[in-house]
T-cell receptor
Framework: EPEVTQTPSHQVTQMGQEVILRCVPI?????FYWYRQILGQKVEFLVS????????KSEIFDDQFSVERPDGSNFTLKIRSTKLEDSAMYFC???????????FGDGTRLSIL | GNSVTQMEGPVTLSEEAFLTINCTYT??????LFWYVQYPGEGLQLLLK?????DKGSNKGFEATYRKETTSFHLEKGSVQVSDSAVYFC????????????FGDGTTLTVKP
C-alpha cells in the first residue's frame, strides 16, 4: 500500500534556527495537511494545501510557518525562527479527495533546545 | 465549529475483555467519521471509517457505527489483546470545509495479560 513518507524522523535544532520538515505524499493525492502533536496532547491542525495554495490555516500557523511544494512532489513545512514551544511531533497527511480518510506519515519529532 | 469529544482515559483492561471507547461529535451537515490508532513511538494509522449515517466501519475486530441521531461513533472490540495497547483517536472530516480532520483528545488503552 502506498505510504506518506516524512523526513527526518527526528530533528534537533537550536532555538531561533530555521527548520524544514519534508513530506512525500502519495502520488495521486490532491490535498495535503500538516498537523502537530505536543507530547501527550491531542493532534492539532496546522494547515491544509490544495491546488498549490493554502486552503485553510489554524491560529497556530502564524508568520513563522510556511508551506510549499517546491518541485511538485515534496510538500514542506518551514519554521523560520524556532521557539521552545515548537517542540512536538509534526505529521504530514495527504488525501485523494476531501471526504476521504487522510493518510498520515510516521511524523517528525522536532526538539528545540 | 466542528468538535470531537472522547471518553477520558486511560483505560486499562485484561486480555479478552470487551472494549468500548465513547466518541461524540459536533458538526454541521454529514461529516465522515474515523478512528485512528497510534502505537507507541509511531504515527497515526487509520483503523476504520464511516462516511454516512448507519454505516458500520470495521477492521481487525474493531467496530464503530455512525449514529446520526446521537451524534456518536463509539469504538468497540469484543476481545482485546495485549497488542491492542495504543492511543485511539476519534476524528471527523467536515462536510463543508477543506477536508481537515478534527481530532478528539485520544484515549490511551492498556491491555494486561
Amino acid at each position: 500500500e502506498p505510504e506518506v513518507t516524512q523526513t527526518p524522523s527526528h530533528q534537533v535544532t537550536q532555538m531561533g534556527q530555521e527548520v524544514i520538515l519534508r513530506c512525500v505524499p502519495i502520488s495521486n493525492h490532491l490535498y495535503f495537511y500538516w498537523y502537530r502533536q505536543i507530547l501527550g496532547q491531542k493532534v492539532e491542525f496546522l494547515v491544509s494545501f490544495y491546488n498549490n495554495e493554502i486552503s485553510e490555516k489554524s491560529e497556530i500557523f502564524d508568520d513563522q510557518f510556511s508551506v510549499e511544494r517546491p518541485d511538485g512532489s515534496n510538500f514542506t513545512l518551514k519554521i523560520r525562527s524556532t521557539k521552545l514551544e515548537d517542540s512536538a511531533m509534526y505529521f504530514c497527511a495527504t488525501q485523494y479527495y476531501s471526504n476521504q480518510p487522510q493518510h498520515f506519515g510516521d511524523g517528525t519529532r522536532l526538539s528545540i533546545l | 465549529g466542528n468538535s470531537v469529544t472522547q471518553m477520558e482515559g486511560p483505560v486499562t483492561l485484561s486480555e479478552e475483555a470487551f472494549l468500548t471507547i465513547n466518541c461524540t461529535y459536533t458538526a454541521t451537515g454529514y461529516p465522515s467519521l474515523f478512528w485512528y490508532v497510534q502505537y507507541p513511538g509511531e504515527g497515526l494509522q487509520l483503523l476504520l471509517k464511516a462516511t454516512k449515517a448507519d454505516d458500520k466501519g470495521s477492521n481487525k475486530g474493531f467496530e464503530a457505527t455512525y449514529r446520526k441521531e446521537t451524534t456518536s461513533f463509539h469504538l468497540e472490540k469484543g476481545s482485546v489483546q495485549v497488542s491492542d495497547s495504543a492511543v485511539y483517536f476519534c476524528a471527523l472530516n467536515g462536510e463543508t470545509n477543506a477536508g481537515k480532520s478534527t481530532f478528539g483528545d485520544g484515549t490511551t488503552l492498556t491491555v494486561k495479560p
